[in-house]
T-cell receptor, first 118, second 114 residues
Framework: GAVVSQHPSRVICKSGTSVKIECRSLDFQATTMFWYRQFPKQSLMLMATSNEGSKATYEQGVEKDKFLINHASLTLSTLTVTSAHPEDSSFYIC??????????????FGPGTRLLVL | GNSVTQMEGPVTLSEEAFLTINCTYTATGYPSLFWYVQYPGEGLQLLLKATKADDKGSNKGFEATYRKETTSFHLEKGSVQVSDSAVYFCALSDRGNQGGKLIFGQGTELSVKP
């Protein structure tokens, strides 16, 4: 159990275009999903917290108009990188927790999406 | 605020050696503690966790004990394998103060040689 998927696993796009990344909880309902960004050889940087049916909460310094997050259902959250630029190239990882009993504080991570903006 | 500090890597060991990766934390509340592992090019996998003081988390031969008196959660394994080569992240979650957010350490890269 507790499987989280991401799609696509890898994407290359031209500068100025928008890219959508999907995060799905496959065998549980995720009340909360998180989006992280990871640079090479570094730890994960939390970008935003996404709750189903409400607006995402962004961390300080993260542009909400640049990184659009939609948590449309209890199993799906999407991150759209708008007007992507080369500096947006990174590894994006989502995680989810169900908020139920022993799972409550455990986040389960997706496999990540590598974005390269040319 | 809450924070996690891990020993710096990379750590290089020979197969079957004993592993310790130190992790200490600072928290204002009563956090849960986690170890996650990241293999090259992949996301993070939960390795083990402990939710209260003196709890021991264990999985795949790895262990870590939640020590409130020393604010530590060191990861240990008695005999490492080449397949254990990965980056290990210590993390805490303090739902009362942080809304379930994970605070990560900087990660420790482990390389196990045959």
């Amino acid at each position: 159990g507790a499987v989280v998927s991401q799609h696509p696993s890898r994407v290359i796009c031209k500068s100025g275009t928008s890219v959508k990344i999907e995060c799905r909880s496959l065998d549980f309902q995720a009340t909360t999903m998180f989006w992280y960004r990871q640079f090479p050889k570094q730890s994960l940087m939390l970008m935003a917290t996404s709750n189903e049916g409400s607006k995402a909460t962004y961390e300080q310094g993260v542009e909400k108009d640049k990184f659009l997050i939609n948590h449309a259902s209890l199993t799906l959250s999407t991150l759209t990188v708008t007007s992507a630029h080369p500096e947006d190239s990174s590894f994006y990882i989502c995680s989810a927790n169900s908020g139920q009993e022993e799972w409550e504080e455990t986040q389960y991570f997706g496999p990540g999406t590598r974005l390269l903006v040319l | 605020g809450n924070s996690v500090t891990q020993m710096e890597g990379p750590v290089t060991l020979s197969e079957e050696a004993f592993l310790t990766i130190n992790c200490t934390y600072t928290a204002t509340g009563y956090p849960s503690l986690f170890w996650y592992v990241q293999y090259p090019g992949e996301g993070l996998q939960l390795l083990l966790k402990a939710t209260k003081a003196d709890d021991k988390g264990s999985n795949k031969g790895f262990e870590a004990t939640y020590r409130k008196e020393t604010t530590s959660f060191h990861l240990e394994k008695g005999s490492v394998q080449v397949s254990d080569s990965a980056v290990y992240f210590c993390a805490l979650s303090d739902r009362g103060n942080q809304g379930g957010k994970l605070i990560f350490g900087q990660g420790t890269e482990l390389s196990v040689k045959p």
